[in-house]
């Protein structure tokens, strides 16, 4: 199946290779894109003000989506609509809440009221959701059975004891299914869960198929390396680059499920071109898990540099300890596996950083405000 997809936010990391995919794939191809000043603010723009790697194949759109009009004004011929616009930062979150749930939970708002209300052509909608939403991942008991813990406390955060415990006993951390209850911690996972929420409800009262992908740690070339609230490999990067440790939070033993944002284009260009009319909500992540000290060791190796993480021994209020997905139901409904092993999906990242501009590090920057409004303990 072939058509018009319109990409909200696709001129961010992930929309421009799920561009790039879906122009691949003989899709028409429109980006609406604000083009926001703390994701776009140091990267190369072109002469129009575009990002330079921005697949010139895609017709573009410069708006907010919530700007009066903006969303209905680029609906015209769409049949497909992927959702990605959103502004992308758990710390951030927690001090700018107004700003987040503004734009992430009224954002979507705009858009699915606009698609109740007007004419339209779109046949299929997918929206990106997040592993955030989870809360602490899934883990096992001694006996072998399910459990969903309640985040750490202050008091066990205090004594910097990190791991799991419930009534006493270890717990052993397992892949995250989509049947964990969602257990947000953060205003940015809470928008994101309505996010999911909004768009599955609205999407079946409308008829139109709709598929929440609950991304995991995403990483690979065009994630802005100058933005302090982003993902974990573009920040520890900037650090290096700029010869500084990657700054860890608590032991560094946390485990994260990283996937690489082919990976991640695929499985929305996947649910799109799919005709399975469900709504539901699947995972997206490599299926392995890897510690945030192992990332810092590898980039730390990859770009040559023999710098060691430096472990804060603090905590984020609101940080899980382990979460990884458990893979299989894409897998069996859509057929979607990972194609980029950890050791390639690096490489790729690594190959794009040579040629980038080299970014500003602000990490310590970010970790003074988090600090100051008490986030970081
Ligand atoms: N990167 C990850 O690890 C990850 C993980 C889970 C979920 N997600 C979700 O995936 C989506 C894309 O994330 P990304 O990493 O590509 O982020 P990104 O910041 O690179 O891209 C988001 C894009 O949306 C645009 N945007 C933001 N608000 C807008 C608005 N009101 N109107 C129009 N455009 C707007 C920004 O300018 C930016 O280009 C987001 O919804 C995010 O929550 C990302």
Redesign the pocket.
């Given at each position: 199946m072939t058509g018009h997809v319109l990409i909200?936010?696709g001129?961010?990391?992930?929309?421009s290779h799920l561009t790039d995919m879906m122009l691949e794939r003989g899709f028409e191809v429109t980006v609406?894109?604000?083009?926001?000043p703390q994701?776009?603010g140091d990267a190369e723009m072109d002469v129009d003000g575009w990002p330079v790697y921005l697949n010139p194949g895609a017709h573009r759109i410069r708006?907010?989506?919530?700007d009066d009009g903006v969303f209905e004004g680029a609906l015209s011929g769409v049949t497909h609509l992927c959702h990605?616009?959103?502004?992308?930062g758990v710390g951030q979150s927690m001090t700018n809440i107004v700003d987040y749930t503004r734009?992430n939970v009224m954002?979507a708002a705009v858009v699915l009221e606009t698609l109740s209300r007007v004419p339209h052509t779109v046949q299929r909608i997918a929206v990106?959701?997040?592993?955030?939403s989870y809360g602490e991942g899934e883990y096992r008991r001694i006996d072998g059975s399910a459990v969903a813990p309640p985040t750490r406390g202050h008091d066990q955060l205090a004594r910097r004891d990190w791991e799991l415990e419930l009534e006493g006993e270890s717990l052993a951390p397992v892949p995250t299914s989509e049947d964990k209850p969602l257990q947000p911690t953060s205003i940015y996972a809470i928008n994101?869960r309505d996010h999911e929420e909004m768009f599955l409800s609205v999407g079946r009262a409308l008829g139109i198929p709709t598929i929440a992908l609950r991304?995991?740690?995403?990483y690979g070339s065009r994630?802005?390396l100058s933005n302090p609230y982003?993902?974990v490999a573009a920040i520890f990067i900037s650090r290096l680059i700029n010869d500084q440790p990657p700054l860890v939070f608590e032991d560094g033993e946390q485990r994260r499920d990283f996937v690489h944002v082919h990976d991640v284009a695929n499985a929305f260009a996947t649910v799109l071109e799919s005709d399975l009319r469900i709504w539901d909500a699947f995972n997206v992540g490599s299926g392995q898990a890897v510690s945030v000290n192992e990332m810092a060791f590898t980039l730390a190796h990859l770009l040559h540099k023999n710098i060691a993480p430096r472990i804060l021994e603090q905590y984020r209020v609101g940080d899980i300890r382990h979460c990884f997905a458990d893979i299989g139901k894409i897998e069996r409904v859509f057929g979607i596996r990972p194609e980029r092993s950890f050791e390639d999906g690096m490489a790729e990242l690594i190959d794009w950083v040579r040629v980038a501009r080299k970014p500003t590090d602000r990490s310590e920057a970010c970790l003074q405000e988090l600090s100051v409004s008490k986030l970081v303990v």
């Amino acid at each position: 199946m072939t058509g018009h997809v319109l990409i909200t936010g696709g001129a961010g990391f992930i929309g421009s290779h799920l561009t790039d995919m879906m122009l691949e794939r003989g899709f028409e191809v429109t980006v609406l894109d604000c083009l926001s000043p703390q994701v776009h603010g140091d990267a190369e723009m072109d002469v129009d003000g575009w990002p330079v790697y921005l697949n010139p194949g895609a017709h573009r759109i410069r708006g907010d989506i919530l700007d009066d009009g903006v969303f209905e004004g680029a609906l015209s011929g769409v049949t497909h609509l992927c959702h990605l616009a959103a502004s992308v930062g758990v710390g951030q979150s927690m001090t700018n809440i107004v700003d987040y749930t503004r734009n992430n939970v009224m954002g979507a708002a705009v858009v699915l009221e606009t698609l109740s209300r007007v004419p339209h052509t779109v046949q299929r909608i997918a929206v990106a959701s997040s592993m955030s939403s989870y809360g602490e991942g899934e883990y096992r008991r001694i006996d072998g059975s399910a459990v969903a813990p309640p985040t750490r406390g202050h008091d066990q955060l205090a004594r910097r004891d990190w791991e799991l415990e419930l009534e006493g006993e270890s717990l052993a951390p397992v892949p995250t299914s989509e049947d964990k209850p969602l257990q947000p911690t953060s205003i940015y996972a809470i928008n994101k869960r309505d996010h999911e929420e909004m768009f599955l409800s609205v999407g079946r009262a409308l008829g139109i198929p709709t598929i929440a992908l609950r991304l995991f740690n995403v990483y690979g070339s065009r994630q802005a390396l100058s933005n302090p609230y982003t993902g974990v490999a573009a920040i520890f990067i900037s650090r290096l680059i700029n010869d500084q440790p990657p700054l860890v939070f608590e032991d560094g033993e946390q485990r994260r499920d990283f996937v690489h944002v082919h990976d991640v284009a695929n499985a929305f260009a996947t649910v799109l071109e799919s005709d399975l009319r469900i709504w539901d909500a699947f995972n997206v992540g490599s299926g392995q898990a890897v510690s945030v000290n192992e990332m810092a060791f590898t980039l730390a190796h990859l770009l040559h540099k023999n710098i060691a993480p430096r472990i804060l021994e603090q905590y984020r209020v609101g940080d899980i300890r382990h979460c990884f997905a458990d893979i299989g139901k894409i897998e069996r409904v859509f057929g979607i596996r990972p194609e980029r092993s950890f050791e390639d999906g690096m490489a790729e990242l690594i190959d794009w950083v040579r040629v980038a501009r080299k970014p500003t590090d602000r990490s310590e920057a970010c970790l003074q405000e988090l600090s100051v409004s008490k986030l970081v303990v």
